[in-house]
């Protein structure tokens, strides 16, 4: 009984404490709020608006994408933007790497402050933690203000931040994974991409797979939106307030990014800038599809405190997802679908649909730990004759990293229904997207967009590039191509025993909602 009542006491003091955390968090939140801004989108002479007009004049009412699928172009493009924007940059990202790509964007995005453009920019904290000094260094342009989500009291690795994370952890498990470039608010790029060299083809360890979409018309208007809910939600709260510190070192943040710029390992990606600006010059925006029917779908920022609609951007992608007839291709890289999405998906295949999934093999994820929960839903998926497959970690591409790498891991999220309708985003099909995560995508209808995404996921299952799997007698195989020769394996394929060992272990403890 002794026990018990002590238990009941450390308890009651944690919840207690922890009440009090949040309340004083709350109260620190509302004082340290910005002021609020908006969108720059009035209609001038500035080179994007004259660019985009002569595009829209023919497209009256509809919106224009184009795929980035290659990693150096998603690169050029932003960049590109970037050097040329006269009015706004508006950049939202889950993180931005201090490495070779970042600092180099990082160095465009200053370029374009100087030139009188004014910057905003919005990370989500968990991983802006320990860059402070570079943010700050941004922040104290005056032309760049630097906001962070769900931002942490404690900004140092330690027991502080330990305490935090314990007395507030309804919160703090809730991040902001959307991504958004914005340009001008005439031009937006909208998709799966952080900054960071795993994402343009500059890792020399392993590269992502990705997806993004250029946007013109009234879908950047969509994101403009997006974004200004955002910047003046109570869960975005200016870097300055947060830490206490009115200003960085903005002359040093400088000096080392232009000696970024003059590495020799930045070369590729200075002279691919380049040639983007003559391809604009003739070409304009590039190959883009145009459509009525492409929205720009985000959770709202309240989805950070619990409020909002809990699954809202599910709700927007489920009557598009599963309104296919005769063909489903979905490719996240993180894929948990739970019991409701494992008895839709198996709904569909069983009506005749063919529905395919393209995921992480065990080998090729960034984390091991979300395999283990996805691993237990194969069987009925296959069972109900779900084509799945599992990229390898081994990059067969002919657009290798600059830098040697030949490691794969796959980013992509996106979706195609009967080669007509898709969706190219944030959202992964887990849980932690569903309900903690907010996310971001573009929902459209467009059969020539939509082939395009399939052709990619189609060049990505290939027998080369991904394993495919089947169920023989209640056990799973995988199919591995390798020199015109086809292997059956029955275990993980590639995959080191500790990360077999740890996906095991995962898929035994309740932690699937976190994931």
Known sequence: MKLIGIVIAVTGILVIASLLAVYAYGRFARRARGEPSHALTKTGTAEFDTLVSQLTDNHTGQSGLALLSSNLHAFAVRAYTARHAQRSLDLQYYYWKDDLTGGLLSREVLGAADRGVRVRLILDDINARGYDPNYLALDSHPNIEVRLFNPSWARAFGLQRGIELILRAVRTTRRMHNKAWISDGRLAIVGGRNIGDAYFDASEESNFRDMDLLLVGPAVEQAESIFDRFWNSEAVLPIRHVTGMAKGDLPALRARLEKVATMGLAAPYIHRVAAESREWSTAGTGK???TSEAVVVSDPPE???????????MTALRPVLFSAKRELKIVSPYFIPGEGGTRQLSALAEQGV??????????????????GAYARYRKPLLAAGVHMFELKPE????????????????HTKAFVADI??????SFNFDPRSASLNTEMGVLFRQEELASEVAAVIASQISPHCAFQLALDDGRISWTDTDSHEADELGHEPRASLRRRLIAWLIGYLPIESQL
């Open 395 to 410: 990059d067969e591409r002919t657009d290798l990293s600059l830098f040697g790498s030949k490691g794969a891991s796959l």
């Open 354 to 371: 063919k529905v395919t999934v393209l995921t992480n093999s065990l080998a090729a994820t960034d984390v091991a730990a979300v395999h």
């Open 420 to 425: 007509s309708a898709g969706f190219v985003g």
């Open 288 to 290: 883009l599809r145009w």
């Open 303 to 313: 989805k950070a405190m619990g409020a909002g609609e809990d699954g809202w951007l």
